[in-house]
């Protein structure tokens, strides 16, 4: 599709570039400062969590289920928090772990243990002379961080409307077996917002794979719903049981964006064999994690129902900010060819291409007017956006008034680098 | 030295032997069920940091020296905690890290990270043929599992009064550049309760070694004296920094037994270098960590004379249980020829020598009797004590009672079988 500028007399393009140019001289002359860059809650919204803080004091009972939450022990995690583990992850509690304050780190830890010593029954992945990983695109650049740092080479694979483009995936997995897994957000996807159809989710649950192939499937955004129709995923442990491939799923959520960003609580949930295995190893180098806050957390959020009332609390702050990023994108750029966005039913970002070539430019001229990006390039492994198009929109964290001027920079600055573009291409 | 039994003639043994024996059908019958086997608080003690728990709640200032808390961020812990972090450490602010509840999960990832990648400049660890690391023992069963778990090769040293034998440490480590590391818990070391001499810290810490030889420096019991004078421990990092070593020495430390077991905060400091290089390494996996458990933590404990303070309660929970075992341990086994043990100023454990060939058996009786050690050999790598000698007491969960007839039992049991020892020598 060609951008409005592209289909302009050398004239009216010229016409369009002054304009453009004297709009983005008066912005600078603002000195905005704006931050649009991290898939953070604001500061009001983390309030509505400040309740739970008042749930553990000096008199409380301190048990759970008849475990002491104050002491060491109880490796897994305490019972009720393993039962919240299992709604949110879809296994029953007894194939979970509830642990510190990070996914992230679970995740890091799982994959770490695979390259040191393998899947068991396999080779380690550290003396296997390549070892490859699928990283659906765009997607969330932390995950990516942590294949790359163990020198695994990252593939990226397209996402579409329905979850990453599953012809591909399931072309490459079964032709390379060096591919070892594959990361996955399976509901409001980092940055696109899309939901894995079920299809999605059963191919990637029955496809054939190497036998240490996993997937990490990271429900990040399992109940952060701010549409009025919220997205279904799948459970993809029912497919993978039935194909008898439940060891490849490692599932991981938090409650880092439902009570307190950093110091939530996060779930581990898997095939009873590997929860056991990885119990085991992470034994290791952990004596238990901190029960108290994971009593706290249970005793505010008892139970998915509780979650989800929590979580509409939530979407009071999160919906007109989304809604923000639709209307301004909407008036700034529909019908000029220059972008397309997408329109998540929840989670935490918006997923924006302008016209190839044109990403790290918009990044680069949005900061010089005062407003920060989430890196150009940062969606894709190694930060190499091949089409240099995608830009993560977090909308999250500043006030919609804020918001909404940082959006107007964004469609300035998106119109001004389409017509650049245009015009070097008549040079 | 011989024991008691040892001396005795045929007869004298014959009947020293049937009347133990008859004791200890006696307390068989008595069915006891006692445990003194974790070095964990006893719910009382860990009672006198409840009031902690009073400190944060819905409306409290959720800010630390400028950081919101309540969000992401400030990966490297909280200006308070850093503070605290290195008066604990030796170390200023800026040369600590504070991570979540667990120093033992600090210390893997941090050796993980070597056997991964290599210190800088160096190979990484898993690409040498042979790893050996130096295990001053008896000592801590965690840190064994650390290294064991890698592969790696674990060294026995002996423990002496003053710390490792560091004529035996300065020879292997010389000798030897596949030694790459060494555990320490300086003070009130675990099991044997000693604190390491001025000579030795510094000897140690300006050896020579290899240039990615590191010292694993576990101050678990920095400020856990119950002693009315408590031993005094060399700052290991004045002497590193004087040796041009500072980067050999990875200090930890947390208030697992301070406020809450297994939620409290823990600790790294280490030269500028390696914390820059360990905390650009852990980001990889950690977003941030929890920092309202943080500042509940500094909140309550504000500076190292609060922390102490607080220590002085603990004391007074410690402080009779260590007295009893030293006093049962004197009523019924001074002058037998057939123990020795340790008299700590402070920490969690007494470590018990029984006679050559004794640790099994008696852990195997008291087992039967009712009442549960630490597993016999536990204290040594791959748990190969090579005398079968030792015994780890581990004195703080029981109440003083349920301690004494634990005593009781401990010292009836080491008399059996130093009993049978001596006729199994004479058959």
């Given at each position: 599709?060609?951008?409005?500028y ?6 009216e ?5 002054a304009?453009?140019k004297d709009?983005v001289?008066?912005?600078?002359a ?28 000096s008199d ?6 008849g475990?002491?939450?104050?002491n ?25 772990i509830v ?48 294949t ?9 694979v ?9 012809d591909?995936?399931e072309?490459?997995?079964?032709a390379d077996?060096s591919?070892?897994?594959m ?9 696109t917002?899309?939901?894995?159809s079920?299809?999605?989710?059963r ?7 190497a036998?240490?192939?996993r997937i ?10 701010f549409g ?20 490849r799923?490692?599932a ?12 939530g609580i996060?779930?581990f ?46 979407a ?10 639709e ?10 060819g ?24 918009v ?13 150009a390039?940062?969606?894709w492994?190694?930060?190499n956006?091949?089409?240099?198009t ?6 999250s ?5 804020d ?23 008549r040079?």
């Amino acid at each position: 599709m060609q951008t409005m500028y592209q289909q302009m007399s050398d004239t009216e393009l010229a016409n369009a570039l002054a304009d453009l140019k004297d709009q983005v001289a008066e912005v600078k002359a603002r000195g905005l400062k704006l931050d649009m860059a991290r898939g953070k809650p604001s500061p009001e919204q983390v309030g509505i969590s400040r309740p739970m803080l008042d749930l553990l004091s000096s008199d409380s009972d301190l048990t759970d289920g008849g475990v002491d939450c104050s002491n060491y022990g109880c490796f897994e995690g305490i019972p009720s928090a393993r039962k919240l583990a299992g709604e949110f992850l879809g296994v029953p509690p007894e194939q979970t772990i509830v642990l510190g304050s990070s996914s992230l780190n679970i995740m890091q830890d799982v994959i770490v243990h695979y390259w040191e010593k393998g899947v068991p029954g396999n080779t380690p992945w550290h003396k296997l002379e390549s070892v490859k990983w699928l990283c659906p695109s765009p997607g969330y650049d932390r995950h990516f961080g942590l294949t790359q740092d163990l020198g695994i080479e990252n593939i990226p694979v397209c996402m579409t409307e329905t979850g990453p483009d599953m012809d591909e995936v399931e072309r490459l997995v079964a032709a390379d077996p060096s591919i070892k897994g594959m990361f996955c957000v399976p509901k409001y996807s980092n940055p696109t917002g899309c939901t894995y159809s079920d299809d999605t989710v059963r191919r990637l649950a029955t496809m054939e794979a190497a036998p240490d192939f996993r997937i990490v499937w990271d429900n990040a955004y399992a109940v952060h719903d701010f549409g009025d129709e919220p997205d279904k995923l799948a459970n993809i442990f029912d497919y993978a049981r039935e194909a008898g491939n439940e060891d490849r799923i490692l599932a991981v959520a938090s409650t880092s964006k439902i009570t307190f960003p950093g110091a939530g609580i996060a779930f581990f949930g898997s095939s009873p064999a590997n929860v056991a295995e990885v119990a085991n190893t992470l034994k290791v180098g952990l004596i238990s994690a901190n029960k108290l806050n994971q009593l706290m957390h249970t005793r505010f959020l008892p139970t998915l129902d509780a979650v989800r009332e929590h979580m509409a609390k939530h979407a009071e702050f999160l919906r007109p900010r989304f809604a923000c990023v639709e209307e301004k994108l909407t008036e700034g750029l529909a019908g000029t060819g220059c972008a397309t966005w997408t329109h998540p039913h929840g989670g935490y970002f918006v997923s924006f291409d302008g016209p190839a070539g044109s990403a790290k430019r918009v990044g680069a001229l949005c900061k010089e007017l005062g407003v920060v990006l989430t890196p150009a390039g940062a969606t894709w492994p190694g930060g190499n956006d091949p089409q240099d198009t995608n830009i993560r929109i977090a909308p999250s964290y500043p006030s919609v008034e804020d918001l909404a001027a940082a959006l107007d920079v964004l469609v300035l600055a998106v119109k001004l680098v389409s017509a650049e573009l245009a015009q070097e291409e008549r040079a």
